[in-house]
């Protein structure tokens, strides 16, 4: 059924079971396919990166230094990888320098370590049994799940044990009567979307890497994506964990309650510690019933301001129906029809500077769409939307979906990226990327898109190559704006490799020490994760030569 309000405005209803579409089982995510080879290391040039300036040139030209050694940690030797074949066997050992160099690499090509050892265990007993090993022997660890962060944390930075987790991906239980999963931490997200969506439930969180990121890896991000204005935050939704510490030691918080008032929430501090703190090896997480309608809209808006305006009317009008409320400017649409196969311009005739994708989901067909039509009425007669589609059918909403979560990958595509993922107050989300348009004239394009519905901001600036005087234009630019708009540096992506020491832009001195304190507490040798999420304590530790 068509229903013309306007122009190129057409409204037609689409059901839950056709909007959003699963990949075949089995099949890659086209996130997981673009995983590109490692071609180049990247020169840092921030001073706050100073320390690891020399890691980016590792064994670069002549005349520069380079990082040999951190002296906190030991090298690993041949004793060591044959201790590792008695625990896992020999399929768990990967000393392969083809499959070394993708897992040492990360999702954006930018970070590149040198691992010379990935484990994959099967068991959380041989995950103990790995990290005794190393915790004993000083040798340093990165864990790894499906490699899809945005901020270099699930790379080694120099020769850490990558601690893949990939092979832990059992099912453990689902209880159908109260949607409460219980699984191994790398189990792929979008498989078990797929398993719960067949017994009527979906997973809380969706993203864009889904077919390849990792419900562990998910956790230890706390990654937002497109799902968080509906179902909320992974803090919220994560009942309970299995826990691998530094040491060995099994930390069995796998409850399944959903209250429990018993002391301190010690779950909440591994998710999102970005595997600083323990090793994520099981997950309970509750998931919410598979709602029968759902409808997406795309629409177009002529200012930020606009959008501002559509957003708050969406709330008051679709209520709890709303289920995403995504946003990109002319310049992200520009660059998805530009470089990512088979993405159509949904609204081809309109030529505005900003578009929406707004969802509903809900248990009422009739309902859900008599809201959507009166609030798109509403939007078109006050002049927030100039024109719009809503999706007539499953493949038409699949496509809507495709552009939007398609930016991270098209602009992938096209010379070097530079990443910012913030949180700002609604009303100031644009200004920034203005500022930045104005600041860097012709020399890159910035883009801005996100979760406008958490007011989730993503900041790209796209430039041909990494050039360390772009750079400065850029930062600590960003991060000094965002600080004083009372925004997050980061949103939902987290700290990683990239951002950790810029951490003082959104915590205070004394909420570090108390991280820190953490830190110290639950790894005191340093060996998890080592220069992600905090700022490495010293410079000292490192050992730099001339070449
Ligand atoms: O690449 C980005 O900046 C964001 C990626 C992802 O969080 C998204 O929302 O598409
Ligand atoms: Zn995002």
Not at 22 to 45: D, F, K, M, Y
Not at 184 to 207: F, H, K, Q
Not at 301 to 307: A, L, R
Not at 390 to 408: L, M, N, T, Y
């Amino acid at each position: 059924m068509k229903l013309t309000i306007s122009g190129a405005f057409v409204l037609a209803k689409c059901t839950a079971e056709e909007s959003r579409v699963p990949l075949p089982e089995g099949s890659v995510s086209p996130r997981a396919q673009s995983l590109p080879a490692a071609s180049h290391i990247v020169p840092q040039s921030d001073p706050r990166h100073a320390c690891f300036f020399h890691i980016r040139r590792y064994g670069s030209a002549p005349g520069h230094s380079r990082v040999v050694k951190d002296r906190r940690f030991a090298e690993l030797k041949d004793v060591d990888i044959a201790h590792f074949r008695q625990i896992l066997g020999d399929k768990g050992v990967v000393v392969d320098s083809d499959e070394l160099k993708v897992a040492n690499t990360d999702w954006m090509n930018k970070y590149e370590g040198h691992s010379q050892l990935l484990l994959r265990p099967r068991t959380t007993q041989q995950v103990s049994e790995i990290l005794q090993y190393c915790y004993a022997g000083r040798l340093a660890v990165v864990p790894q799940g499906g490699n899809t962060g945005l901020v270099g944390g699930s790379v080694p930075v120099f020769d850490e044990v990558i601690l893949n987790l990939g092979a832990m991906n059992k099912i453990l239980n689902f209880d159908e009567a109260s949607g409460i999963l219980v699984c191994e931490a790398g189990c792929i997200l979008e498989s078990l979307d797929n398993y719960v969506g067949s017994r009527g439930y979906v997973m809380p969180l969706d993203l864009g890497a889904k077919g390849s990121c990792q419900i562990g890896g998910n956790v230890s991000t706390n990654a937002g994506g497109l799902r968080l204005l509906r179902y909320g935050s992974l803090h919220g939704n994560v009942l309970g964990l299995e826990v691998v510490l530094a040491d060995g030691t099994v930390l069995d918080l796998l409850g399944t309650l959903r209250k429990d008032n018993t002391g301190y929430d010690l779950k909440q501090l591994f998710i999102g510690g970005e595997g600083t703190l323990g090793v994520v090896t099981k997950v309970s997480i509750i998931t919410p019933p598979k709602l029968a309608s759902t409808n997406v809209a795309f629409l177009a808006c002529e200012d930020y301001v606009s959008c501002q305006k559509t957003f708050a009317q969406a709330k008051l009008q679709l209520g709890e129906i709303l289920s995403a409320f995504e946003f990109l400017d002319r310049y992200a649409l520009d660059v998805v029809l530009k470089h990512l196969d088979g993405t159509r311009d949904p609204l081809p005739d309109s030529k505005q500077h900003f578009y929406l994708l707004v969802e509903t989901t809900g248990s009422n067909q009739l309902h859900d769409k008599e809201k959507l039509d009166a609030f798109l009425e509403s939007a078109i007669e006050q002049g927030l939307i100039t024109d719009g589609a809503v999706a007539q059918d499953i493949s038409q909403a699949a496509s809507f979906w495709k552009v939007r979560e398609g930016v991270a990958e098209a602009m992938g595509k096209g010379g070097a990226v530079y990443k910012y993922d913030l949180s700002i107050p609604l009303k100031d989300l644009y200004t920034l990327v203005e500022d930045m348009r104005s600041r860097l004239k012709d020399s890159a394009t910035v883009v801005g898109y996100g979760h406008m519905g958490d007011g989730n901001l993503h900041l790209n600036i796209m430039a041909p190559k990494y050039d360390n005087e772009l750079l400065a234009q850029i930062e600590p630019y960003v991060y000094e704006w965002t600080a004083a708009a009372k925004g997050s540096i980061s949103a939902e992506h987290g700290l990683g490799f990239m951002k950790a020491k810029a951490i003082h832009y959104s915590k205070s001195t004394a909420a570090v020490q108390v991280m820190e304190g953490f830190k110290k507490l639950l790894d005191p040798r340093g060996i998890l994760n080592p220069y992600k999420v905090l700022p490495s304590p010293s410079e000292s530790h490192v050992i730099s030569e001339a070449t």
